[in-house]
């Protein structure tokens, strides 16, 4: 007799896979992130992902803000 | 008078709207970075100093919280916690005055997802949906979907799925739709009665595009609405008192199928350039100097 395991959530979740960022710094007096160059902002932007935890979680849309 | 933007130092879209509006005339606060600010709040005032700059809170004209919280911590402790009050409560304050922009993201635990498709079916067609726990399905194959933003264990995320019910544990809760071969994506940005649609097509046959934008970013193109379709987006914006949102369809035998508005949905990407309207529309709303529409 086999026994068929029931699947929760994290049994279809994927893993995320890491952004590598250049090295940057954040200005203050200009109050933006430097050394992200054009093409860094482009894909950042260009994919909705463009929070740190999207790097981390490039799927993670950011769009919603449950922990408000 | 400058507009306070709460959100955090890798936010590109605020790194945009700075360029596009002026750094003289917005004031960031960055959560990430909150160590390194200063804050003092009274039953007076406030002030916030950042290492180069500072504002009080009568040089405030407009606030739009953008994306404070959505980075990876390694802390949620109690100090985390704290810190994450503080900005909240910065917030609340110039809301109280009538400053607040575009988002309101308490708006997001008011809607949630559930309360938005009900209240959608009578503006849109919705694919049928349930939510399940400890119950049996009316599916037997279909799509799952996430309610929370939550990560899960070892950075996993639970993206929208096709599924067979016959194969999940009931004692977790699930929220299920039915499934549609879509031949489009279609995403609206609504701001203040403005529609900025935009459509991707379907050659991926991915059920949930945002899976592989960072490999494969797709190109998302204009598609113009027609009145009518227009007409009830307003209408249910107008219903869910909504100054802004971003509206997720699917296009199905050439008819349009609601799935979500994201009240803070990520709006950037679609024009990064200036190219399409929507990028000056936000930046009209959100520069001090102009008139504007308050939440309410």
């Known amino acids: 007799m086999t026994t068929t395991t029931l699947k929760n959530h994290a049994d279809f979740a994927l893993k995320a896979e890491l952004i590598e960022l250049p090295e940057s710094y954040y200005d203050y007096e200009k109050d933006i992130r430097y050394n992200f160059n054009s093409d860094t902002i482009k894909q950042m932007a260009g994919t909705n992902t463009n929070t740190t935890m999207s790097q981390k979680n490039p799927g993670w849309d950011g769009d919603s803000d449950n922990d408000f | ?296």
């Open chain 2, 1 to 296: 008078m400058k507009t306070l933007i709460i959100t955090n130092s890798f936010d590109v879209t605020t790194d945009i709207l700075i360029s596009q509006i002026g750094h003289q005339h917005v004031f960031r606060l960055n959560f990430d970075l909150l160590s390194n600010y200063s804050i003092y709040i009274d039953s007076i005032s406030f002030l916030i100093r950042s290492p180069n700059r500072e504002i009080v809170e009568s040089e405030i004209s407009k606030v739009y919280w953008r994306k404070p919280f959505n980075f990876s911590s390694e802390s949620m402790d109690y100090e985390y916690k704290e810190k994450k009050q503080v900005v909240r409560q910065i917030f609340n304050i110039l809301s109280a005055e009538g400053k607040a922009i575009l988002v309101n993201p308490y708006k997001e635990f008011e809607i949630g997802k559930l309360l938005q498709l009900r209240i959608a079916k009578d503006y849109f067609k919705v694919p049928d949906w349930e939510l399940i726990l400890n119950h049996e399905s009316k599916f037997s194959r279909c799509i799952a979907k996430r309610l929370s933003t939550s990560i899960l264990k070892d950075d996993k995320i639970f993206y929208t799925t096709e599924i067979d019910t016959n194969e999940i544990d009931l004692r977790e809760s699930w929220h299920l739709q039915h499934y549609l071969k879509k031949e489009k994506d279609l995403t609206i940005v609504f701001v203040l009665g403005h529609l900025f649609a935009f459509e991707l097509d379907n050659s991926l046959n991915e059920i949930d595009w945002r899976k592989d934008q960072i490999e494969n970013p797709k190109t998302w193109k204009v598609h113009k609405l027609d009145q009518q379709f227009s007409d009830s987006i307003l209408k249910y914006m107008n219903k869910l008192n909504l100054d802004y949102g971003r509206l997720d369809f699917v296009i199905y035998n050439n008819e349009y199928y609601f799935l979500e508005v994201n009240v803070n949905g990520q709006w950037a990407f679609l024009d990064t350039s200036d190219q399409y309207g929507l990028l000056k529309t936000i930046v009209e709303y959100i520069h001090p100097l102009t008139k504007s529409t308050f939440i309410k």
